[in-house]
């Protein structure tokens, strides 16, 4: 199994859309969550930090449910710019590494 | 201020043939990484530094060898390229705090192709 696993999508919406999906983490130990971007062909960039109690970054929400051991992203009002592939990353346990999942692919349509 | 930097961009080997990647950094991380990125993989960890003049394997060590030259520096060898070597490779690097790690920060990424 996995230890970080991603619905791969793809999720097509049209502009102004609401989207959504979830990611889920094997480890119960896990302490860091996070939200990474990637475009075509590019490196990784920090989306957004995902905290206990949930949190906004403008148009994206990250949450996070430690009970049943998944994160989730929130995309409201989208953009064509938000088409991209968006990777859940966990640090396990206060390690030096983080494990990144496979990625979600968003295609948003005018 | 650039970030972290890779070389080369683009490298097709032979089968056999060996090469270094380059990495640095100008953020004054202690640690840095070296990935994989395979089509419906994700990111796969190769070897990792989490401070000058410590490495440590990650989950796909096998065929690799890496160097810390110092702070700003982490280079990844290849001694014999394979074909499942084939792939883009990227090196990061971050801060470490107690209780975690911070943003890590990537480079452009080098697309290696093995015939």
């Known amino acids: 199994r996995k230890e970080v696993e991603q619905d791969p999508g793809p999720f097509n919406v049209p502009e102004g859309a609401t989207v959504a999906f979830n990611c889920t983490y094997s480890n119960s130990a896990s302490q860091s969550f996070f939200w990474y971007r990637q475009d075509c062909r590019k490196e990784p960039k920090l989306l957004m930090s995902v905290y206990s109690s949930g949190n906004e970054d403008g148009r994206f929400t990250a949450q996070l449910n430690r009970a049943s051991q998944y994160i989730s992203l929130l995309i409201r009002d989208s953009k064509l710019s938000d088409s991209a592939t968006y990777l859940c990353?966990?640090?396990?346990?206060?390690?030096?590494?983080?494990?990144f999942g496979a990625g979600t692919t968003v295609t948003v349509r005018a | 201020n650039a970030g972290v930097t890779q070389t080369p961009k683009f490298q097709v080997l032979k089968t056999g043939q060996s090469m270094t990647l380059q990495c640095a950094q100008d953020m004054n991380h202690n640690s840095m990484y070296w990935y994989r990125q395979d089509p419906g993989m994700g990111l796969r960890l190769i070897y990792y530094?989490?401070?000058?003049?410590?490495?440590d394997k990650g989950e796909v060590p096998n065929g690799y060898n890496v160097s810390r030259l110092n702070k700003r520096e982490f280079s990844l060898r290849l001694e014999s390229a394979a074909p499942s070597q084939t792939s883009v490779y990227f090196c990061?690097?971050?801060?470490?705090?107690?209780?975690?790690?911070?943003?890590?920060?990537f480079g452009p990424g080098t697309r290696l192709t093995v015939l």
């Open positions: 990061a690097s971050s801060e470490a705090f107690e209780g975690g790690l911070d943003t890590q920060y």
């Open positions: 530094s989490a401070s000058e003049g410590t490495t």
């Open positions: 990353v966990v640090n396990f346990d206060n390690d030096y590494k983080l494990s």
